[in-house]
């Protein structure tokens, strides 16, 4: 079957703006929600914790023990994460335990992300991001 893709089925839906954050006119319309989720994945750091988070929940400490960064950086990975509804959180006495929110379709994602990366190479790496040239 073949489906649709995101900004397909999103196409024209009311007051979804484009990935520009402009209006719904645009034409790049309806593709901001999947703009959205590609920067949650863009940082190294929240790449990291969703890969610590599939192992199971952690805490703020296990993770800033695990990875090295500080208590600050970590948090505000885990409040974009949850700001997406990757990452979903649950108190226990006086901290709170993080886990993943959408396994199945996250770890989709990004085994899908493997594949394009083994089949691109080193093309990724080569990729200039925004204002830069090669």
Excluded: K, Y
């Excluded at 709170?96 to 493997?114: Q, Y």
Aim: aromatic share 2%; with cysteine.
């Amino acid at each position: 079957m073949n489906r649709p893709c995101l900004w397909t089925v999103l196409d024209g839906v009311p007051g979804v703006p484009d990935a520009t954050g402009g209006d719904d006119d645009g034409p790049n319309r309806g593709i901001a929600p999947a703009a959205q989720l590609f920067r949650a994945l863009s940082d190294p750091g929240r790449l990291t914790i969703l890969g610590h988070l599939m192992l199971g929940e952690h805490s703020v400490r296990d993770l800033t023990e695990h990875l090295g960064l500080s208590q600050s950086t970590v948090s505000a990975h885990l409040a974009c994460l949850r700001g997406c509804g990757l990452v979903r959180s649950r108190p226990v006495r006086r901290t709170s335990l993080h886990s993943l929110a959408v396994t199945p379709e996250l770890l989709a994602l990004l085994r899908a992300a493997e594949e394009v990366l083994r089949a691109s190479g080193s093309a990724v790496v080569l990729c200039p991001g925004p204002g830069e040239r090669r």
